[in-house]
């Protein structure tokens, strides 16, 4: 589809019929003990990349970009560390370049922030994603617990993608379904996923 970004992962970008909309803001779930850094980390290589790490130090994200075996960018690593984790995001996303992607891993942190100043940062994230034209990808991870905006998160959000990891048999498998999408045609089905080497389509058997 015309205007559409690709996302570097081709099996999304065919479902997304040729990417995301400029200035899309996806939510991201997943469980902490999945793989689900692996496709953050392939994104970087569609474009230039701000990737904001709210628990892990920039050295450690950095490492984890470099070693992966998949096709990856090289990305702007910050970490976020004060104690006004909203305001510090604000200011560093106020330098995104136009086209460009923007990665924060995770969420939570600043999910545990006041209601009020987290509506407005959702609202101010919105603005700069429209104005620069990128695809901001939100990482946010499943618990028992989640943070009190977390439902906050999926509604400023205009896609929501979920990554299902379970053992079926002797393997792990990983499906990832889309039940959110403010863009176009909505994908119904599930997408079954490997994520190994690369974050790529199973088509060992048919998506239970």
Excluded: W
Aim: charged letters at 25%.
């Amino acid at each position: 589809m015309v205007g559409r970004l690709d996302t570097g992962i081709d099996v999304l970008d065919r479902k997304l019929d040729g990417g995301l909309p400029p200035g899309c803001i996806v939510a991201y779930t997943a469980d902490p003990a999945s793989q689900s850094e692996l496709l953050l980390y392939e994104l970087t290589a569609a474009r230039g990349t701000l990737y904001l790490s709210t628990e892990r130090s920039d050295d450690a994200v950095r490492h984890a970009v470099e070693a992966s075996p998949s096709s990856v960018g090289s990305p702007t690593v910050r970490h976020v560390t004060s104690d006004t984790p909203l305001e510090e995001a604000t200011r560093l996303i106020g330098a995104l370049p136009d086209g460009a992607n923007l990665i924060i891993d995770t969420m939570d942190v600043l999910e545990q922030c006041d209601t009020d100043e987290y509506i407005t940062f959702c609202n101010n994230l919105q603005a700069k994603m429209l104005e620069t034209g990128g695809i901001a990808v939100l990482h946010c991870l499943k618990s028992d617990h989640e943070p009190g905006n977390r439902a906050r998160t999926f509604h400023a959000a205009d896609a929501v993608f979920d990554l299902r990891t379970k053992i079926a048999g002797s393997e792990l498998e990983s499906h990832l379904t889309i039940p959110k999408f403010r863009g176009g045609s909505q994908p119904t089905d599930a997408i079954k996923l490997e994520l190994t080497e690369e974050v790529a389509i199973d088509t060992s058997r048919d998506i239970a």
